[in-house]
């Protein structure tokens, strides 16, 4: 019973580590650049991403990674008859 309850324990922590297929920068990351004062080229050559990404969340007031997923289902496959 209880190695079950650290199990899931320890899935729930991993689980704001998981990224999605193209993500470069976990939370924890992008904290990390937002707070740092390094310059933004050490940033990117710290972390091996694009100097674009460094200045992206430099810029964003929070972490959290933006879903890129549609707001508006298009698909006539999916409607109800």
């Given at each position: 019973m209880m190695e079950r309850i650290r199990t899931a324990i320890n899935r729930e922590k991993?689980?704001?580590?998981?990224?999605?297929?193209?993500?470069r920068t976990t939370e924890a990351v992008?904290?990390?650049?937002?707070?740092?004062?390094t310059s933004l080229r050490a940033l990117a050559e710290h972390y091996d991403?694009?100097?674009?990404?460094?200045?992206?969340?430099?810029k964003r007031r929070f972490v959290?990674?933006?879903?890129?997923v549609s707001?508006?289902?298009?698909?006539s496959v999916l409607?109800?008859?």
């Amino acid at each position: 019973m209880m190695e079950r309850i650290r199990t899931a324990i320890n899935r729930e922590k991993l689980w704001d580590k998981v990224l999605h297929g193209n993500a470069r920068t976990t939370e924890a990351v992008r904290r990390a650049i937002q707070k740092s004062e390094t310059s933004l080229r050490a940033l990117a050559e710290h972390y091996d991403i694009n100097p674009k990404t460094v200045v992206k969340w430099k810029k964003r007031r929070f972490v959290v990674d933006v879903p890129m997923v549609s707001k508006v289902v298009r698909s006539s496959v999916l409607s109800i008859e």
